[in-house]
C-alpha cells in the first residue's frame, strides 16, 4: 500500500504515528504513575501500543517509497534518517506498557496476590519501573516531535519562498 486514494500513504499513516505513539506513551507515564489509572488503563495502552509497533513499519516503508519519488534534498534525507529511529521508541514504550500492563494483571483478583518473575512484590522495582517509563515516555514524545519537524522542514521549506 504505497497510495490511498491518490495520495502517497505516507502523508495519511504519519497521522496515525503522532497521535497513537504520543498517546501510548502518555498512558504509559499516567499508568506507571497512577495506581488507579493502572488497573484501567494497563491492558487497553498495552493493545495501543502493540498497534503502534506494527504501525511505524509500514509508515516507514511507505515513507521510503515516497523519498525515492521527490526530489533529492538534505532535509528529505535527514527526515527519513529520522523517522528509522521511531521503531525503537514505539518498542520501547510497548515493552514497558506490557510489563506494566503483565504486573498488574498479576497483582490483581488474587488472594494471596501470585507474583510472577515479572510482577514481584518489590517497591524498589516497582519504583524502578515507574522511572523508566516516564523517561521512556518522554524520550517517545520527544522523537516523534523531532521526526515530525524534520518532516515539516521537508515538506514546506519551499513554500513560503514561492511567489
Known amino acids: ?3 490511498v486514494n491518490g495520495l502517497p500513504a505516507h502523508v495519511l499513516l504519519v497521522h496515525a504515528i503522532v497521535v497513537l505513539l504520543p498517546l501510548s506513551a502518555a498512558l504509559l507515564a499516567l499508568t506507571a504513575l497512577w495506581p488507579a489509572g493502572r488497573r484501567r488503563l494497563a ?39 529520522l523517522g528509522d529511529t521511531a521503531i525503537y521508541a514505539a518498542i520501547a514504550v510497548a515493552a514497558l506498557a506490557l510489563v506494566t500492563w ?32 516516564v523517561v521512556v515516555s518522554a524520550a517517545a514524545v520527544y522523537d516523534v516531535v523531532r521526526i515530525g519537524d524534520s518532516g515539516a522542514k521537508a515538506s514546506w521549506s519551499n513554500w513560503a519562498a514561492r511567489p
Open 43 to 81: 491492558g487497553p495502552n498495552a493493545v495501543l501500543s502493540v498497534v503502534v509497533v506494527v504501525l511505524v513499519p509500514i509508515t516507514t516503508s511507505a515513507g521510503e517509497w515516497l523519498e525515492r519519488r521527490v526530489a533529492p534534498s538534505a532535509l528529505v534525507h535527514r527526515h527519513a534518517e
Open 1 to 3: 500500500m504505497q497510495t
Open 102 to 133: 503483565w504486573r498488574q494483571r498479576e497483582s490483581t483478583g488474587r488472594t494471596p496476590a501470585k507474583r510472577t518473575f515479572l510482577a514481584p512484590s518489590s517497591n524498589t522495582l516497582t519504583a524502578a519501573l515507574t522511572v523508566l517509563a
